[in-house]
């Protein structure tokens, strides 16, 4: 367990354990994301599967399993998901999160394996099992999401809300000038899962880039002497290094760790309800996320609509993070 756990406000309050799903290609900032969650009372990780993405989906496993480790949470399952994109060659980003996807810090091997069941199958088994109770978190592309949601035609009635790190619907993309690095990894199966007709919050880079990490922050964490804080800090520098390159500053956002926080504590952000597609043929904007404009402009199309967060408190959110993974409250 994490050294320090602070309450999740949404769940905290009402009582409540917000079970999580997550589905992840872990990653520098899915890392941060999974000790934030296993930090935050009042949370409960059901399970995790992997995702092709930032690194092959079975690396992407085993660093799932050794952030879990770490984080002392020994009993929540791993699977194994997609090891590809649906209609497009595979690629991943170690230029940003490192060979060994967590900074090229070379963490031990973790104790478990993952488990049989692909990714995929074990969304749609938990979701008949625990109908209206698991909050689907997707921090990596939406292939196992896509691909769960052809399994089992009800899975948008199984669950209780879907929370995904993806897209730049009213802003430019980062992978491409129009894309997010999730939707751009598998556009086709970003547009099913945005289409799907579930309760979905998409926190995009509309919200993602206004949430950093810089200057007094990036101290507290130096600073914290946690075997948690110490791991968050090493596997950082890589993606500082990566970031300083980009953008010459020494930041960083925190694009998984708020739609984690998100899905736990919906005050955080402010939303816009609007159909999202993916561009799937654009030759240069394939992967860009499109909503519509207010309702004068574009009225209601009938289409399914999805929450876009299109605003944020990033100073409360930065504070939370940092109560758990520095693990120091505020004065
Ligand atoms: C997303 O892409 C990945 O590199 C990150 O882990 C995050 O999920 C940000 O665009
Ligand atoms: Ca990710």
Avoid at 48 to 64: D, E, K, M, R, W
Avoid at 150 to 158: Q, S, T, V, Y
């Amino acid at each position: 367990m994490c050294e320090s756990r602070v309450n999740a406000p949404d769940a905290g309050q009402r009582g409540e354990t917000t079970r999580i799903l997550l589905d992840c290609d872990t990653g520098i900032d899915d890392a941060l994301a999974i000790l934030y969650l296993a930090g935050l009372e009042g949370v409960s990780i059901v399970a995790a599967g992997s995702v092709h993405g930032n690194v092959p989906a079975p690396l992407g496993a085993l660093n799932t399993l050794r952030v879990l480790e770490l984080a002392g949470l020994d009993d929540v399952p791993v699977a194994v998901g997609a090891a590809r994109p649906m209609a497009q060659p595979l690629q991943t980003a170690e230029f940003v999160h490192g060979e060994d996807g967590l900074g090229n810090i070379h963490w031990p091997m973790p104790r478990r394996r993952p488990s049989a069941e692909p990714a995929a199958q074990q969304i749609v088994r938990l979701a008949r099992e625990q109908p209206g109770e698991l909050v689907l978190l997707a921090i990596g592309p939406l292939t196992n999401l896509g691909l769960a949601l052809l399994l089992e035609p009800e899975l948008p009635r199984l669950l209780r809300r879907v929370v995904v790190m993806g897209g730049a619907v009213y802003r430019a993309g980062n992978a491409t000038a129009d894309a997010e690095a999730n939707v751009w990894h598998d556009p086709e199966a970003a547009e099913l899962a945005l289409g799907a007709g579930w309760p979905l919050t998409l926190v995009g880079l509309d919200v993602t880039m206004q949430v950093s990490l810089a200057g007094d922050a990036l101290a507290e964490l130096q600073a914290a002497s946690s075997a948690v804080g110490r791991f968050a800090w090493s596997i950082l520098q890589h993606y500082l290094a990566f970031y300083e390159s980009y953008y010459g500053a020494r930041m960083c956002h925190l694009h998984d760790p708020l739609a984690a926080g998100i899905a736990v504590d919906s005050s955080l952000a402010r939303y816009r309800r609007t159909p999202v597609h993916v561009e799937l043929r654009g030759e240069r904007t394939r992967g860009a996320t499109r909503g519509s404009l207010p309702w004068w402009l574009n009225p209601p199309s009938g289409e399914p609509e999805v929450e876009v967060a299109v605003e944020v408190d990033a100073e409360r959110f930065v504070r939370g993070f940092l109560d758990v993974l520095a693990g120091a409250r505020a004065p």
